[in-house]
Every structure is written in C-alpha cells, then in structure tokens.
C-alpha cells in the first residue's frame, strides 16, 4: 500500500483533474448559461479558484521535490505551487491603487473592506483591581484566556520545530518583544504591559511553545524507541529483498507473526512522522560572517511576524480571517522548506558552489513583495512620528554591534596572521641553518 502511494500517478491526476473542472464548470449539466450580473461574478470566482487549484494539481504530479517527505512528497510540492499563487496574488496587489486593492479583496470576500478595531492591551497594567467586572485579578485572567493565547503558544512550537536551536529560537523571541516596543506607536495592538510582554507571553507562552517544539524535535530525532520502524527498515535494507513482504522476513528470522493491528500502525506512524529529522547547529558565535547568517534567519522571522500586523491593517484583513489562516498555513509548511534550504546553503564550505535553494529564494521574494505592499497601501496610515528613545536605542545597538563584529573579525585575522607566521618560522630556521652550515664546510 505505501509503495502504491509513492507511485506518481500522473495519468491518473490528470483524469481526475479533467473531471472535477468538468463538474465544477457545469460542462457536462449545462447549468449556469444564463447569465446574470450575480452568476457572472461567482463564476469569475469560481474560475479564479478552479486555476489556483488546477495549479496546486500540477504542482503535485509536476512540481519540484523538495527533502520533506512526509505524509507525501507531493503535499510538500503543492505548498509550494501555493506559494507561488500567493506570490502572484501579492504582486497583483502590488499594482493596484488602495481602493483596488480593497475591491479586489472584496470582489472574493463580500466581509472585508471595513475599517479594522484597534486593540490596545496596555491601557490599564495593574495586577489587582478591586471591583473589576472578571474579579480582582480580571485584567490578569483576561489576558491569560486571551483568543490569541493558544495560536501563540502553538506558533512558537511551530517556529521551535523549523528552527530547531534553543539559543537562536530563544533570540528569536526576545527580538520580537522589542520590535512589538518598536512599532507600538503605529500599531496599538503591540502595546501591552510589561508583565503582560515579558512575564506571560516571552516566559509562559514562548517557552512552553518551544520546549514543546524542541522536544518534539529531539522525539522524532530519538533512537532509543523506533516507533515508525524506519530504522529497522533502513538498517536492515543492504541484507533483505525490498520485495520481500513482512511475513517472509519474520519467518526467515524465527520471529511471531506480527499482528495486523500493529501492522497498521506502524504504516499510519510511518506516514505522519518524518522520515528523518536533522539537527541544525547554526553556531552565531563560530565567525562574524557565521552570527550575521544566522541573525538573517532572525530577521526573516521577524519580517515574517511583522508583515502579519501591518499587511492585516493596511489591507484591511481580521486576525481570524480565512485568508489570515491561509497566509500562516502555506508560511508554516514553506518556513520549514525554506529554513532547510537556507542552512544547507550556508553550510556549503565552498562559497563558490552554494547556491540557495528554490523555496529559500521564494519564501525571501515573498517577504520583500509583503513589504513592498505594506509600504505602499500604508501611505499616509502610519503617521505618528518615532519617538526619540527608539532610534536612540536603535542606533546604539546597531552601531555596538557593528564595532563589535569588525573588532571580532580582527581578532580572528591576527591569530590567523600569527599561526601562519609560526608555521613559516621552522622553514625559514632550517634554512638558514643549511646555508650556514654549506658556508662552514
């Protein structure tokens, strides 16, 4: 059954692609030939959808491998062919005025279009509060059975999982904090108290997400119980015919038969876990160049993190919106591509040869396009200026960090100047002592 499912199956995707547009655009029935102003808007939506989804199909029988495996190759290859769509779909904003923008979001979701409610979570920071309507703790329970309260616990475990490094997931987190300080000035939902900031959401919620990432990491990564059975498998694949079914290899080996309720769930472990799951050391502190590669990384995630806020308020877009979920469902499954390919890019020892791989590249050009839109249907929204204290800390850290590094890098060029010196000292020694000694004799 498992070999059945890897097969490609291309003829087969086609057939079944060929009939479900039959269906869908009333080929067959004939419905739908009157039109109408009403009829003529849903079939451009449904002709709009129906090309996306003839896409992501040729995306899954056609598409571009990537390492990600599991539960199937090819929904790896239709989370990129989206991606794509979304890429498309945000340089198709890209050239549109703020008003066509708005319609053109409102011409597929009748709901959007109105102005957004700004929340701010920081007007109010006291932890007792006689008489309040929830209690005497209500601002503090309030906050705790927040909406958003398990999505941010459950992002950082997602984050944990691509990211895969304690130190660099933790930097991650701390960063976002000050860019919430950063930015509260034009977004109010990043004003919230400092308990609030750093108590729950950095030392509750961010932790709990990534302790819970990182361990799930170190699960699939474990060896002390193969639960999916692949190990065995690969351990044992040089020795064993692949076409030799279970039953035979027990029988030749003297094991029990096996039963087929465990049968059955190796094969539904197997299909859900991954098929391997590597460590990544990023090291920031081996080299300047190493700490400004993996400050990259950070900078992408806070890019990533960022654009939610601004792109929902420019454009108009609810937090719990479908087209809100749909950014964060294709950007999970494309982050963990796309971190894979850009840590196999910087861990190429030849600089010459590394080339950055496609979802890599795809998921920094979508990045850009997302700032491109937020810059431009942003004009005129974000009008209070930056208050002093940020550019000043700013400056003083960019600045720090920077002398810092060059001085880092010196360090590094000197005792690199004296080994080698050291290492030509004994050359240049034995070969005075010769001259000197062909002048003696």
């Not at 923008?101 to 920071?125: H, I, M, N, V």
């Not at 080996?253 to 098929?275: H, M, Q």
């Not at 020892?349 to 997302?370: F, I, R, T, Y």
């Not at 960019?398 to 060059?406: D, F, Q």
Request: net charge positive; aromatic share 12%; hydrophobic share 45%.
């Amino acid at each position: 059954m498992a070999r059945a499912a890897d097969n490609p199956h291309t003829i087969t995707g086609l057939i079944v692609l060929a009939i479900a547009l039959a269906v869908t655009a009333n080929v067959i029935s004939g419905d739908g030939m009157v039109e109408t102003v009403a009829s003529s808007r849903a079939a451009t939506r449904r002709g709009i959808v129906g090309g996306v989804w003839a896409y992501a199909a040729y995306g899954a029988m056609q598409g571009p491998d990537t390492h990600m495996t599991r539960p199937h190759a090819s929904v790896w290859r239709v989370v990129h062919a989206l991606f794509i769509v979304y890429l498309l779909a945000l340089v198709f904003l890209l050239h549109q005025t703020p008003r066509g923008a708005q319609e053109t979001l409102k011409f597929f979701w009748d709901d959007l279009g109105t102005p957004l409610e700004s929340r701010s979570y920081g007007e109010d920071c006291r932890i007792y509060v006689p008489g309040h309507r929830s209690g005497a703790f209500g601002i503090v329970k309030e906050t705790i059975f927040d909406e958003f309260t398990l999505a941010h616990f459950m992002g950082w475990m997602g984050k944990a999982i691509a990211i895969r490094d304690w130190g660099l997931v933790w930097a991650y987190s701390v960063a976002f904090e000050l860019c919430e300080i950063t930015f509260e000035h034009w977004q109010p939902n990043f004003n919230e108290c400092w308990w609030d900031m750093w108590v729950w959401d950095v030392l509750v919620c961010n932790a709990l997400g990534i302790a819970l990432g990182m361990w799930t990491v170190r699960f699939l990564r474990g060896r002390m119980y193969d639960w999916s059975g692949k190990q065995s498998r690969k351990g044992s694949s040089a020795i064993e015919d692949d076409d030799e079914d279970d039953d035979a290899r027990r029988s030749r080996r003297g094991d029990p038969p096996s039963s087929p309720l465990v049968d059955a769930l190796k094969s539904v472990v197997a299909v859900i876990t991954p098929d391997s799951v590597e460590k990544y050391t990023w090291r920031p502190t081996d080299s300047p160049a190493r700490f400004l590669k993996s400050a990259f990384l950070v900078f992408c995630g806070l890019a990533f993190d960022l654009n939610l806020f601004f792109l929902k308020y420019v454009l108009q877009i609810p937090t719990t919106h479908s087209v809100s979920l749909f950014r964060l469902y294709i950007w999970f499954g494309m982050s963990n591509i796309a971190i894979r390919e850009y840590y196999v890019f910087i861990e190429e020892p030849d600089a010459s040869k590394a080339k950055l791989g496609p979802n890599a590249w795809l998921a920094m050009a979508v990045l850009v396009v997302e700032m491109l839109v937020i810059v431009k249907h942003g004009r005129g929204k974000f009008t209070n200026p930056w208050p002093r204290h940020i550019l000043l800390a700013w400056f003083i850290a960019i600045s720090s960090t920077t002398v810092y590094l060059i001085a880092w890098q010196r360090r590094i060029n000197l005792a690199l100047a004296k080994r080698g010196g050291s290492e030509k000292a004994p050359a240049r020694a034995k070969k005075t002592s010769s001259r000197r000694g062909r002048k003696s004799a």
